[in-house]
Every structure is written in C-alpha cells, then in structure tokens.
C-alpha cells in the first residue's frame, strides 16, 4: 500500500518519537579518545593540524583523562613521542618508555579508565617506518619481535589493551604468545586489521612525528582500491587470536566496516582519524559548515556502518553534545 495509507512522516512528527523509533544510537561509551604523550612536565602543547588535539606530558594527561572521565568517554588511546629515536626504536619497548609511564599514571589516578596502547615502532624509529629496515626495505619477520616486546611492555606497565598498527604479517600471533607465555592471557588485542595506505594521516604524522623519512608505506598498509583483502586480513588476525578487529581510516572505507561487520561475528572499531577530523575542523573555522550537526552525522554514518567502537578525536565535544541532547 501507498500513499495516503501509508505516511512516514508520521514517525518524524516530533523529537520524543524521532527518538523512539531511532535506529542508530550513538553514545559516549562508543567513544575511545587518542592522546599523545611525551617526555617533561606542565606541557600541554596545541598541535597546528589539528584544532582541539595536545601533545601532553604525564602530568597534564592526568588532567585530560579527568575530563574525559567526566564526560562519560571510557576509553583512550595513547601514542608516544620518544625522548630518542634509533634504527629499531627501542624507547618503544623500554619499560621508562614514555607511553610506559603515561600508561602507569593512568592507571593509578583512574583505574577504571580503559587504557589502550597503539604498539607500533614508527614513532620510534630514526628512520619513520613501522619495522625493520635493511637496505632500504622494510623486513617483516625481524619486526615481530619487537612488537611482540612493545606490547609485553605495555603489558607489565598495566595497559588494558594492546593495538599493533604495523601491519606486519604474524604480528597478532607474535604478540598473542608473547602475552600468553608471560602470564598475560586475558590481555585482549586489538588490531589494526585493514590499515589502508591512506592520504588521511597527514595530521597525525605531525602530531606523532612520524612520518617515514624514505619512501612510503604502501608495502605493508593496504591499498585503497582492495576490499576483499582487507576481509582476509581480518580473518587472520582473529585466526591469530585478535579479540577485536579495526577498520583504519573510517569514513572512505564505511563499505568495509560494514562487510566486517557482516562477515565476522566479533567487535569491530573504526577509526576516525586525523584528516578527516582536520577537514571538519578547518571548514567549520571558516564558517562553512555547522561543526555539531556534521561531528554527529560523521559518528553515527561510522556506527551505522558496524563499528561497535570509535576511535575520534572528536570525542570530547561529541560526549557534550549528546548530554546537552542534540542526537
């Protein structure tokens, strides 16, 4: 039957009945926030590319993560900058690492807080890449030892969940074993599991330093064009014992986040990352959009795509606006 019989509009009528018959429900708990942390004391550091996002030293994180606690966002993730770098960016895996400490503090002021740790050597490395590097190529089997101690490191420092964003190949089942070996079973990991080789992450290599100083990372992240592969690069990472599977950028790959979530039966994250929150940012400060409508459109498109989780950089303001009840 038609019209006039049938009339959605009815169902729009009003907010109270727009919110019962809601199908998507985006809320703070969905949210996982990104910090950047680094070496000294009282440093809270604006980052140029991205309006809004710090770089923090583990005192002023403490203050951070007591906002975030208030707002009702349970979780974060935490991105280093070394005091050093070297060829196999070894403050990564030094248990006086930077995100080691971050990770300690947090976990001591806020316990309850959901502590993840990226586990990655990019940031670290002398030379931007997330592996070994011989010869200008970057060598797969020699870097999972490594990641393997990184997030061992975390571990014993009191993360709650270990995130390896390398790309590597074997990279979960390395680290898995590690964990299990050193009495750390229940830890989860949650893996970058597509990782696309994307134009998205300018902002954040400012704000991480990380930028590779050769070459590009297109031989480990994946390609853009490939949505069947990033299907089988999810199946091997829970094949090695991934409890939870990322899709990495979210917003050109909402396809993907939803093959994921109707191909596999586990908890899929997506991250909203830094060129894309840069673009909403720089539009809204020249006026050309209205940043709380587009914000919350953006989070809920990512949660009506699959994600059960959302890694954003908006987190902060999204969590005040659904108090205030503008979704």
Known sequence: MAFPTHRPRRLRENEAIRRLVRETSLQAGNFVYPLFVAHGRGLKRPVES?????????DTLLEEAAELVDLG???????????YKDEVGSEAYDDEGIIQQAVRALKEHFPNLLVITDVCLCEYTSH???GVVEGGRILNDPTLDLLARIALSHARAGADVVAP?????????AIRQALDEAGFPHLPIMSYAAKYASAFYGPFREA????????DRRSYQMDPPNAREALREVALDLEEGADI???KPALAYLD????VREEFHCPVAAYNVSGEYAM???????????????VLEILTAIKRAGADIIITYHAKDAARWLKEGWI
């Open 50 to 58: 991205m309006p809004g996002v710090h770089h923090f030293s583990p």
């Open 128 to 130: 931007g890449h997330c």
């Open 73 to 83: 966002i349970p979780a974060v993730i935490l991105f280093g900058l070394p005091a």
């Open 280 to 294: 909403v940012k720089a539009a809204a400060l020249k006026g050309w959009i209205e940043e709380r409508r587009v």
């Open 245 to 247: 599977v990322m899709v």
């Open 208 to 215: 991480a330093g990380s930028a590779p100083r050769f070459g």
């Open 165 to 173: 964003s390398d790309m590597m190949d074997g990279r979960v089942a």
């Open 256 to 259: 993907i986040i939803r093959r």
